[in-house]
Structures are given as structure tokens and as C-alpha cells.
């Protein structure tokens, strides 16, 4: 099969095109031929700093983690799928297992669901990852109808799906934005936007929460920003994260009484621990777009494997918005 491998890692990784060996099915798997996948930020990590990350594959290394496609054969345990199903999910691209930027590969039957209906191969590419991540970011965070939430970063991969799920639970949505562009995107979205350029944490809290706080913060920008995060958080408040790679002064949040939930979403494939809950998640995800309140934020520009640098370098631009995908 045609694969998309990485021979070194750091800042000379170049992606080359390579027929490699078709994957084998263990107990458990199943083979789905791959319609796309999508780049995360953790993808570009992983390129870029290669072993200096625990998880990242040995080289020549196939990447990726995401993917949409349609399984063609199911080992002799698995019961759950059938071959022709349209699956989604995120499965490798770590450790020893292999990625999606590849014409096929054997996945973990627990790591997948069944597609939504009523999107596209794309689409459904673009959403394990980050809505795995925002899902388990507001369950932990014990999101209820009502709650004021603040998300950090509206339009990003994890933001603009966390806005979505948290309007689906019932809750009263904000999220920081920068521009024009992106306020109408979480207007439609049915949240409020905050020009974080524009306003002060204190300012944006008055106006909007009278001064208490949010009940739930999820901070999707991490490093400083989760200072701003605490500041943001009402009393005995819930804040959620997936970028805590840092030092930080947690003064705040212990005189504001918060809980805090980091979302590490990779565990399950790291470990092999409660794979199942991923595959759950994503069928719960499922009936959430089939019932039309969740959209998949894609960015504009299109990507094929021939040109996999390229998709990887526009979401390290910063100027992507929404996922950035891969078709096959």
C-alpha cells in the first residue's frame, strides 16, 4: 500500500511517499481503507520533536492519528462492526502503532464508531481528536444546563467543538476570538464572542457573569493563558485544559478554591487503558452530529497525501481555521 513516512525527526522531517507492507490484522482489529485523516497540533509535535517526546514512533515512521474510511475486514473477535461500515475514530501515529496518513490501516475495533450519516468522509476525519478532547474536557468538568462556560479559542480544533458540545448540554457559551471572521463563525455556533485582543480578563467577566466568574473555563491555549483561565473561573470553579506543559503559579486557583481537569486524550492508545471509552465517546459524538449540533469547523484550504508538508506547515502557521485535512 501507498504510505506517507517521515524518516527523521526535527527541523529537516520531510514527508516521502513509500509502497510499504499492507497491515496485518491482530485480535481486535479491524482493516479500514482510509478516506482521510487530519493534523492535530500533537502531530506536528511529534515531527518536530521527535525523541524528545515518550511517544513518539520509531522511524521510518508512518503518522497521523485521525482518520474517516470504511472497514474491508474484521478479525474473528470482533462483533461490533461489519465490513463496508463507514468508521471514524483516531488510532495510531504513536508508539508502536501505526498512523493514518496511509492508504490502509488495522485499527483497535474499541478506538472506533460508527460514521455520522449526514456528513461527509472529511468531515468525520477531522473530529476523533479534538472531540474525543473537548467531550471528556466538559464531562469531567461535570458541565450542567445553565452554566456560564468560557472556551479559550472558539475557533480552534478542540475550541470550536468544546463551544458546540457545551451549547449542546444546555450551557450559556462564551469564547475568545480575534477577528471579525471568527466571531460570526461562533455566532453561528450560538455563542458569544469576547475579543480577547480588546478586552481584560476583569472587564469581559463583569460584563458577563456580573463579576462571579464562569462555572466552567476550558483553556484549549495553555502556557500564561491559564492565568487567565483561573482569573476567569467563578468560586469553586471548574477549569479544563489540554496544554499544561508548564510551570505556573497556582496561587489563584487555590485561594479561588478551583478544580482542575487535564485532558491528555492519548492515554488510552499509550497505555491500552479503557480503549472502549474512546469508541464510546465517539458514538455518543455520533448522535450529537446526526442530531445537527455539532459541525465540523474545516479549514479552507485543500490537502492530499501528495502534499502532506504542506498541511502540516498550515496548521503550524497558525492561520488554519478550523482542522486541517488530509484526503486520500
Known amino acids: 500500500m501507498k504510505a506517507i513516512t517521515i524518516n527523521q525527526y526535527g527541523e529537516n522531517a520531510t514527508f516521502e511517499s513509500r509502497e510499504v507492507e499492507m497491515p496485518t490484522l491482530k485480535s481486535g482489529q479491524v482493516l479500514i ?51 463496508g461500515d463507514e468508521v471514524y475514530g483516531c488510532v495510531g501515529g504513536l508508539g508502536d502503532l501505526q498512523g493514518t496518513l496511509a492508504e490502509y490501516v488495522a485499527a483497535d475495533s474499541k478506538l472506533i464508531a460508527l460514521k455520522p450519516k449526514n456528513i461527509t468522509m472529511k468531515e468525520a476525519a477531522a473530529l476523533p481528536l479534538v472531540g474525543i478532547t473537548a467531550y471528556e474536557g466538559l464531562i469531567r468538568a461535570n458541565v450542567k444546563s445553565g452554566q456560564k462556560v468560557l472556551v479559550h479559542g472558539g475557533t480552534g480544533g478542540v475550541g470550536h467543538v468544546a463551544v458546540q458540545l457545551a451549547k449542546h448540554f444546555g450551557a450559556d457559551v462564551y469564547t475568545t476570538i480575534s477577528s471579525e471572521k471568527q466571531a460570526e463563525i461562533v455566532k453561528s ?20 457573569t456580573n463579576g462571579e466568574g464562569f462555572d466552567i473555563v476550558y483553556d484549549t491555549v495553555g502556557g500564561e493563558n491559564m492565568l487567565k483561565s483561573f482569573e476567569a473561573a467563578a468560586l469553586n470553579g ?60 474545516l479549514d ?7 502534499n502532506v508538508g504542506m498541511a502540516y506547515a498550515r496548521l503550524e502557521s ?9 484526503e486520500n
Not at 479552507?300 to 501528495?306: H, K, R, Y
Open 33 to 83: 481503507k482510509i478516506s482521510a485523516s487530519s493534523v492535530n497540533t500533537v502531530d506536528t509535535m511529534i515531527r518536530n520533536m521527535g525523541n524528545d517526546l515518550p511517544f513518539s514512533p520509531a522511524t521510518p515512521a508512518i503518522l497521523g492519528m485521525d482518520f474517516a474510511g470504511t472497514i474491508e475486514q474484521i478479525g474473528f473477535d470482533v462483533t461490533k462492526f461489519s465490513v
Open 189 to 208: 455556533y450560538g455563542a458569544k464572542s469576547i475579543n480577547y485582543k480588546s478586552e481584560s480578563v476583569e472587564e469581559y467577566v463583569k460584563k458577563h
Open 238 to 297: 471548574q477549569v479544563a485544559t489540554t496544554v499544561s506543559l508548564c510551570e505556573i503559579d497556582l496561587s489563584t486557583m487555590h485561594f479561588k478554591g478551583l478544580s482542575l481537569h487535564v485532558v491528555f486524550m492519548l492515554i488510552p492508545m499509550l497505555h491500552n487503558f479503557k480503549r472502549e471509552q474512546h469508541g464510546e465517546i465517539l458514538s455518543n459524538i455520533t448522535k450529537i452530529v446526526e442530531a445537527g449540533n455539532l459541525i465540523p469547523l
Open 300 to 306: 479552507e484550504q485543500q490537502f492530499t497525501l501528495n
Open 318 to 326: 497558525k492561520n488554519a481555521i478550523g482542522k486541517v485535512v488530509v
